[in-house]
């Protein structure tokens, strides 16, 4: 406990540290405060009772999940009927692809090999993309917000204008891209000037703003089922950390593969020869190198099967695929998630480029050839690894359906463990974590070296 009170005070006291802390705390509420103002067509008072009758109702399993995971996502603003209801996600779509059309535009693909310009380009179309994204979302949304959320037949006075009428789409669409640009904004903003990667936080803040409630509802759905309420709490408790140590192992695991570096050195007597340095080093391959996007693939498919239950209705097979907590449903998002991930994979991960890298500078892996062969090499390596990361993260995906009924009882709870919501947390919490301890580092290195510095002026 002292080492971490210690650390805190290490942190405070950069000051370079602390104002980068402090600007993301305060844009990441900056970006929670603007989730909670409506549509100004929308009374938000409304939007909640229409929510409580919802709830009442049952609703659709099917729409009640992927709806809630999206508004996960947005820290309920989708379901609130914000400003800021499509989030960041235009943006993390918007990213994707470009990412897949620089595997077959030769635009794109020289844009990623020209280092800095580049990439300011091609961060410029992402974010033209975003807008073109948010302008098919956006209809989508008010689509969904005016027939599914809030049917004018029923719920009349949510309304301050006809929800049918130009005056309520317009200023609606401006203003919900209006919402997600400032979103993406925010984002850059934090990565440019704050610490760790803005977009990843403003999505795992809005994750984090559901966990009290989900915990809450639990707890209150537990405890009245009699005494053993509390035992099932603690119970669920203890699995859920235990989960998350499994999400980090996964996260963080890795296969070194050990390289060895050629150096021109000056043998005695004059003769210049090839000598291989001591020291080894060692390229790290994550065993999850595609991180949760094979989820959010899988899940973008995961929409296709629900609608085929409109070809047949009395198919009770078909019909499962509308429940996320069935197993129809979850044995075809595991086995998506697993194509995915070599898939991602595959297009992430240059192993030619890394073979020809290390040929360049005077690599080379033990007992493996320089070019193909070492490309060859890895490339196995990173199947085999792959295959059980795969795995386990389409475990990791089905593991909130296992839970549920099992001994979680709410629906929101139980996203909690595991699937795209545990990983984006678990994973933007160490990569700014690190970043931290960078910062710690490089202080506690610079300060070693001038107290060596100047002892040794002393001498």
């Not at 559901?210 to 707890?219: N, W």
Request: hydrophobic share 50%.
């Amino acid at each position: 406990m002292k080492e971490f009170i210690q650390t805190l005070k290490n942190i405070w006291s950069l000051k370079e540290l602390r104002d980068k802390i402090i600007l993301t705390l305060s844009l990441v509420l900056v970006y929670r405060f603007a989730s909670y103002v409506s549509l100004p067509a929308i009374n938000m008072a409304e939007v909640g009772n229409l929510l409580q009758h919802y709830q009442k109702q049952g609703g659709n399993q099917q729409g009640a999940g992927l709806l809630g995971l999206l508004s996960s996502f947005t820290g309920g603003a989708f379901s609130r009927a914000s400003i800021m209801a499509l989030g960041i996600m235009p943006y993390i779509s918007a990213s994707i692809i470009v990412q897949l059309m620089g595997m077959a535009i030769p635009y794109l693909q020289k844009l990623q090999k020209d280092g800095e310009s580049g990439r300011n380009t091609l961060n410029q179309i992402t974010r033209w993309l975003t807008i073109g994204v948010c302008l098919v979302q956006a209809p989508s949304y008010l689509t969904s917000v005016t027939q599914f959320f809030l049917p004018y037949s029923q719920f009349q006075s949510a309304y301050y204008i006809d929800p049918a009428s130009i005056m309520f789409w317009l200023p609606s669409i401006v203003i919900l891209v209006a919402g997600s640009v400032f979103a993406m904004w925010l984002g850059e903003k934090i990565t440019d000037k704050g610490i760790g990667n803005g977009i990843s936080i403003l999505i795992m803040v809005g994750i984090l703003a559901d966990l009290p409630t989900a915990f809450y509802q639990e707890v209150i759905t537990q405890n009245g089922k009699g005494g053993l309420g509390s035992i099932m709490i603690l119970i669920e408790i203890v699995f859920w950390l235990l989960v998350i140590l499994l999400a980090i192992v996964l996260s963080v695991a890795v296969r070194k593969i050990p390289i060895q570096y050629v150096s021109r050195a000056q043998a005695r007597g004059g003769v210049s020869r090839n000598l291989m340095e001591g020291a080894r080093q060692w390229i790290p391959l994550k065993v999850n190198a595609a991180g949760v996007m094979p989820i959010i693939f899988a899940q973008a498919l995961m929409f296709v099967p629900g609608l085929l239950t409109k070809v047949d209705e009395s198919n009770t097979f078909l019909a499962g695929f509308k429940n996320v907590f069935s197993w129809q449903y979850n044995v075809l998002f595991a086995l998506l998630i697993i194509i995915f991930s070599f898939f991602y994979t595959a297009i992430t991960i240059p192993v030619n480029q890394m073979a020809d890298d290390l040929k360049r500078n005077g690599g080379l892996i033990p007992k493996v050839r320089p070019g193909k062969e070492t490309a060859d090499y890895l490339d196995d390596i990173l199947s085999k690894i792959t295959l059980p990361g795969a795995i386990f993260l389409s475990i990791f995906a089905v593991l909130p359906a296992i839970v549920h009924g099992a001994f979680v009882q709410t629906d929101r709870f139980a996203l909690f463990f595991g699937g795209t919501s545990l990983l984006i947390m678990v994973g933007v919490i160490l990569d700014t974590v690190q970043q931290i301890n960078t910062y710690l580092l490089n202080h506690h290195y610079d300060g070693l070296m001038q107290s060596k510095l100047s002892r040794s002026s002393n001498l």
